[in-house]
Structure formats: structure tokens, C-alpha cells
């Protein structure tokens, strides 16, 4: 069946970028997206790439997608505290989202 | 409210005991998806309603799990005699029409002792 899989925790210095990354297996996806939750709170969508789309942009975000190897990056320029969260990818297949287990981002000073 | 609620924020549920989680769209969206989050894991999709639709029931984990919504708004998911393993966070989420983004609620922290 389909499957998401990301690390579950990533470790980045306040200023440097952090890079998260995503495989999926659903090569008919049509959309794949990042979703951010911080402590206590509901689920953001942050960005999201449409298949035929190899890169989007938007401000200090950078999605990466290599649909040969079904491959998704999530880039965050100039880490801040405020991005401190889990962080979700997620495919759309018939409908519904198949969700990796999150990467926890954590700050260090 | 401009975003999708749901009701109770926390339940504590004795093992056994039935359990109704109450998720309330956006006003206007056609679609509403339930999602199970547990420690440690990623969501798992329960099930989905799209207008008068029968609903996809695909992702319900067991027959103890059953969902309604209600003229084609408010939705609720009961879960009978709960078990330890239905302890998780049960997130509600709605889009405009089916396939279009998704807007989540806070969730429902279940804890069955």
C-alpha cells in the first residue's frame, strides 16, 4: 500500500537552514504537501507542490520534488525558534492524505 | 468561527466506555475528513464524507468505530467499548469540495485508562 517515511527528529542551529526530507510511493499523487504542527496546536499546511512541479518558492520556504525518486524536501532558510514544531508530509491519493510520522525540528541557540 | 472546531478538546474515557467526538466544518465546505494521530506516529486516515455521498469508511481500524454527519454539516465519531489502544489525538479536518486543501481543528485528545 501507500507509504510516507521521514526521520523523525532533526537537529539545526537558530540561523542556519534545515532541510526535511520525505519518500513516498504513490507515483499518481498529484499533490504532496507540508504540514506544520506546534505544540498544542492543529495542523497548518505550510506549503504544498503540485506533481508536475519539480521546486516552489515562497519566502524562506523551498519545497524540492524529484518525482523520479519520489523524493520531497522541505528547505527552511534562516531557522528561527518560531519553527520549532513537527513537521508532516503528506501525499494525496484517491482523495486522502497519506501522512508520514513527522520530523520534530529542534532549535539549538 | 472561521475554522473547524471540535468538541471536547480532552476526553478520559474509562475502557469499555462509548465515546462521541463532535467536529464542526467550515461553513461552505462540502468535504470532512477524520484522522487518528498516535504518539509517535503519523496520521491515519479514518474516513471521509463528501456532500450527500455515503461516506468512505476505509480507514475505520474496527467495527467499534462509526461516523455520522449530520445535514451535511456537523459530523460526529463514536467510538463503542473503547479499548487502551484508542488512545490517540482524533483530528477533524474540511475542504471546500474533495481533493481541495485541507483546513484542520485543534483535535480531541483521547485518553482511555
Known amino acids: 500500500g501507500e507509504d510516507v517515511e521521514q526521520s523523525l527528529f532533526l537537529s539545526v542551529r537558530e540561523g542556519d537552514s534545515s532541510v526535511i526530507n520525505c519518500t513516498y510511493t504513490?507515483?499518481?499523487?498529484?499533490?504532496l504537501y507540508w504540514y506544520k504542527q506546534e505544540p498544542g496546536a492543529g495542523l497548518q499546511l505550510l506549503t504544498y507542490?503540485?506533481?508536475n512541479m519539480d521546486m516552489k518558492q515562497d519566502q524562506r520556504l523551498t519545497v524540492l520534488l524529484n518525482k523520479k525518486d519520489k523524493h520531497l524536501s522541505l528547505r527552511i532558510a534562516d531557522t528561527q525558534t518560531g519553527d520549532s514544531a513537527i513537521y508532516f508530509c503528506?501525499?494525496?491519493?484517491?482523495?486522502?492524505?497519506?501522512w508520514g510520522a513527522g520530523t520534530k525540528l529542534i532549535i539549538k541557540p | 468561527g472561521a475554522g473547524v472546531s471540535q468538541s471536547p478538546s480532552n476526553k478520559v474515557t474509562e475502557k469499555g466506555k462509548d465515546v462521541e467526538l463532535r467536529c464542526d466544518p467550515i461553513?461552505?465546505?462540502?468535504?470532512l475528513y477524520w484522522y487518528r494521530q498516535s504518539l509517535g506516529q503519523g496520521l491515519e486516515f479514518l474516513i471521509y464524507?463528501?456532500?450527500?455521498?455515503?461516506?468512505?469508511k476505509s480507514g475505520l481500524p474496527s467495527d467499534r468505530f462509526s461516523a455520522e454527519r449530520t445535514g451535511g454539516s456537523v459530523s460526529t465519531l463514536t467510538i463503542q467499548r473503547t479499548q487502551q489502544e484508542d488512545s490517540a489525538v482524533y483530528l477533524c479536518?474540511?475542504?471546500?469540495?474533495?481533493?481541495?486543501?485541507?483546513?484542520f481543528g485543534p483535535g480531541t485528545r483521547l485518553t482511555v485508562t
Open positions: 504513490d507515483s499518481s499523487s498529484t499533490y
Open positions: 503528506a501525499e494525496s491519493s484517491n482523495y486522502q492524505l497519506i
Open positions: 464524507f463528501q456532500g450527500n455521498s455515503a461516506p468512505d
Open positions: 461553513s461552505g465546505h462540502t468535504a
Open positions: 507542490i503540485f506533481s
Open positions: 479536518a474540511s475542504s471546500l469540495g474533495l481533493g481541495d486543501e485541507q483546513y
